[in-house]
């Protein structure tokens, strides 16, 4: 009995690897073509997308924005209690944001700076007043990272360019649910709160063929997060009973460490793109995150927590990919249009979907404009995420149901050279 309840109060950190919550959007431009940009990245954001794409900036180049993040996502179920019960998570706002810089030490070699959140996650289920029937699963889960990725990129005659950069990535993290102490039928609350920093590198590659066919490439590898000495808090309201409350107390101690190693996955991308004409062109990628490496975890606590002090947690996820379609057209009004569309795969397999973690499918649809007059640049984008609703049953936590979501972004990107 004391393992199991042990084993539910970890579920919730699968939040932390999900293909669904890693944050492609980092540019607006990108984002009004589904960042479909792997081989015509040609701006700061390069950097992030492929850093191959700086080679021929010229100059200072600084670009800065932000993206609103409205996500809704909602559960009907369980199947074992009610298959008709709805419960929709609660509404937030989030802003991740960016910042590239880039400097043309000579002309054909260049060197940049990013500063993005490549993941990022926060949900909340029920409130104090009204617990929902999912709490011993999640309750609240954050979780918030910042990277900085220094580059230097050189350009091989008129067509190829080449790129290599480091990055520092620094993730948070936070997960909250309520515990079920079934002796005593006991309702208490669990906070776990830690943070890690990794490093990592990517690479990129362009090439150009007969001047409007372009090829692109890029790798991110993995980075690997140590969360040590995290915080682990446990909390049961009082009894009148001194003997229940010590035999709560020795179980759940009020606060003590806990320590976790996770592997964010590596990705990569190929993208071929095409100029019609000297204003329309079209990219098509394909993008590829390894989630696979994401196979199990395990959490160790300093001090046992319901008689436990470690825990090995199966979660087999999976290699995802995405297909990102965009087109871009330049008026002769210092005016451009952009539109795209992504087709995202799901990286956890059915029996591990939770509500920390309602992942399925998703269809992006994607619309951007953009305005540049002399050395500033504006660009703004509108991105429509529709999940498909996913029904799983026979799950490992044995909360089976039917999850959908979907989410509107808006990015704004200002830019400007000097």
């Not at 009148?240 to 990569?268: C, H, M, R, V, W």
């Not at 329309?280 to 994401?294: I, K, M, N, T």
């Not at 249009?337 to 029996?351: I, K, L, M, T």
């Amino acid at each position: 009995m004391l393992k199991k309840l042990f084993l539910m109060l970890l579920l919730p950190a699968s939040v932390l690897l999900a293909s669904g919550f890693s944050i492609y959007e980092q540019s607006a431009r990108a984002t009004g073509m589904a960042s479909a940009v792997i081989a015509r990245a040609d701006d700061p954001s390069a950097i992030f997308y492929n850093p191959a794409g700086i080679s021929a900036l010229q100059g200072w180049q600084l670009n800065t924005g932000t993206t609103l993040i409205q996500p809704e996502f909602g559960f009907t179920g369980p199947t074992n209690m009610d298959s008709r019960y709805f419960t929709r998570a609660q509404k937030g706002s989030f802003f991740p944001s960016t910042f590239y810089l880039t400097y043309q030490i000579k002309p054909g070699l260049t060197v940049g700076v990013g500063l993005y959140s490549p993941f990022g996650l926060a949900s909340e289920w029920g409130t104090d007043s009204q617990p929902w029937v999912g709490r011993l699963l999640a309750t609240k889960t954050e979780l918030t990272s910042f990277a900085v990725n220094p580059v230097i990129a050189y350009r091989l005659g008129d067509n190829l360019s080449l790129a290599l950069g480091f990055s520092v990535l620094q993730a948070n993290v936070t997960m909250e649910k309520d515990i079920y102490f079934a002796p005593r039928m006991l309702y208490g609350h669990s906070r776990l709160e830690a943070g890690a920093l990794g490093t990592g590198f990517n690479l990129g590659i362009q090439y150009t063929l007969f001047g409007r066919l372009h090829l692109g490439a890029q790798y991110r590898s993995g980075t690997n997060l140590k969360f040590e000495n995290g915080d682990a808090y446990f909390s049961f309201p009082q009894t009148t009973d001194a003997i229940i409350n010590q035999e709560i107390a020795s179980l759940f101690p009020a606060k003590t460490k806990g320590s976790a190693e996770l592997n964010l996955p590596a990705s990569y991308g190929l993208g071929i793109a095409f100029d019609f004409t000297k204003n329309l062109s079209f990219e098509l990628d394909y993008l590829v995150q390894a989630w696979s490496s994401y196979d199990e975890l395990k959490i160790t606590f300093k001090d046992p927590v319901a008689g436990q002090t470690e825990s090995v947690n199966p979660r087999h996820y999976q290699d995802s990919y995405s297909i990102r379609f965009g087109l871009e057209y330049r008026m002769e009004n210092n005016f451009t249009v952009r539109a795209g569309y992504c087709w995202d795969q799901h990286a956890v397999p059915d029996e591990y979907v939770e509500p920390g973690l309602p992942e399925s499918d998703r269809h992006n649809y994607t619309l951007g404009l953009g305005y540049r007059i002399h050395r500033v640049s504006i660009d703004l984008a509108y991105h429509l995420l529709l999940q498909d609703d996913r029904e799983v049953s026979n799950t490992v936590h044995n909360f089976d149901g039917k999850y959908t979501g979907l989410a509107n972004l808006y990015g704004l990107s200002v830019g400007y050279s000097f």
